[in-house]
């Protein structure tokens, strides 16, 4: 039988667990961000193209999309494990996959909504549709933010101290170990959803560091086989004794 | 007629032993999964709603492994010890939603069928978070009973309910039962499984202790030779005086104390022979302690029996 990969319940529960809270509040300042960075560049005289590649390049995809991702991607389901509610989910007769995907689709759904929603306004905004180049970043923008859904989620359901690994991997290796060796950007997410976005826009206004023939697949495994590992963790997922 | 075979079970966690060789069978009825703090009732309890893989043994319900096993939850029933739940949902959303997750084919007339039979229908519209302990109790049993279980597991379902709510839950466990159903909670205070169940299972530092009915057990408990520790005007004229009778086994005289320290054997006994002797020859009793009525040191005696 074929089974939807949303469960209704589950992305419900998700969703209200994720915006609800306080951490909707903190997941809004990257859109509030973006969009204002954008209309303050847009009324000063700078060269719009290098502050549209600064603000929705390198401080949105570059950091914004990672830390949301991260945010959003733990948020699914990290808090639910550690204070224990998962239970509720786990002790039905649901495939674990269905679990997994359904909260991957809300997390990337809601990554995509509060970054490449953004990036694409704040994009016209600045550039307007000239070079392709807010449909670039904002599509880069989405494959970056799917996959840093996936892996955080992966991230979410393996480890209890997910957020402070997945900071270490945005920030320390992504953005301060990728500056400096030019090796360590071919396993970068930011430097993968950079190469789409260069092959969308016009040629010349977009540089990234790793080709288009590796950037895809790499995308593509990465997201896929984060999505299976986590399914296989939640199944064997253990809760701590209180005694 | 659900039963849960626990057979030759052990699960460490890194050095540590939490459960030792458990073999147990839990059939229908309610059944008191009686130990201290810390003694692995938690994990067992986990092990057998599936949370938990057996270092060793197999936990089986009706001949189906548990673990890694979705389907079970179609016959378990799971009320866990910890109270978090989804706190921004109401009562009535969050037993609904359970009642979803098991893809019921009518999941409002579960949840309304679960909610009543807890008596938490005057208070589903509230959001969980502003629950009373009790009250939260009582929705995750609504939860759990969503689907009509034939087997409930509870891990310290009385913990924080007033004595009220406890005759209720009681009442509802015991009406389960009666049903046919199986019914396991697990407990540290003995006079709650005393007023429950009449089947016990007594789990000590990881070990099964004892098994079977509660009074049988129970006279193990009282009959077990207790350790008093008695001062009086003359402990060298009391002990001899007690050492005459057939319900003291030992008494030492502990002069830096300066108190007796007397082992019984007939607990009945010693408790009318202490007052009448003391009384004959004119010695005042100053104290009578227990030395060893911590639950601990009965459920230890058991384990050595």
Known sequence: MLQSPVQGTVARLTVRGLLGSRRG???AV?????LMMSAVAAATSGDKHDLTVTILGRLGLGTLVPLLGLVVGTGVIATEIDDGSIVYLLAKPLPRWRIVTTKLIVAVLTTWLFSAVPTLLGG????????GLAFALTLGTMVAGAAYSALFLLLGVASRN???IGLGYALIWESLIGNFV??????SIQQWGLSVAKAVASSGSLTADVALGAAVP?????TAAATVLASVKLAGLTLASED | MAVITIDKVSRWFGNVVAVNDVSMSIGPGVT????PNGAGKSTLIHLMSGFLSPSAGTVTLDGATIWRNQEVYREIGLVPERESMYDYLSGWEFVLANAELHGLPDPGAAAKRALALVEMEYAQERQAGTYSKGMKQRVKMASALVHDPSVLLLDEPFNGMDPRQRIQLMDLLRRFGAEGRTVLFSSHILEEVEQLARHIEVVVAGRHAASGDFHRIRRLMTNRPHRYLVRSSDDRRLAAALIADASTAGIELDWQERALRVQAIDFQGFTTLLPRVAKEAGIRILTVSP?????ESVFSYLVSS
């Open chain 1, 25 to 27: 509040i903190l997941l």
């Open chain 1, 30 to 34: 990257v859109p509030v961000l973006l």
């Open chain 1, 124 to 131: 016209l905004l600045l550039y307007g549709t000239r070079d």
């Open chain 1, 162 to 164: 997910a957020v402070v």
């Open chain 1, 182 to 187: 030019k090796g360590a950007r071919t396993l």
């Open chain 1, 218 to 222: 790499l995308l593509l495994v990465v």
């Open chain 2, 32 to 35: 008191g999964l009686l130990g």
């Open chain 2, 291 to 295: 030395a060893d009525e911590s639950l």
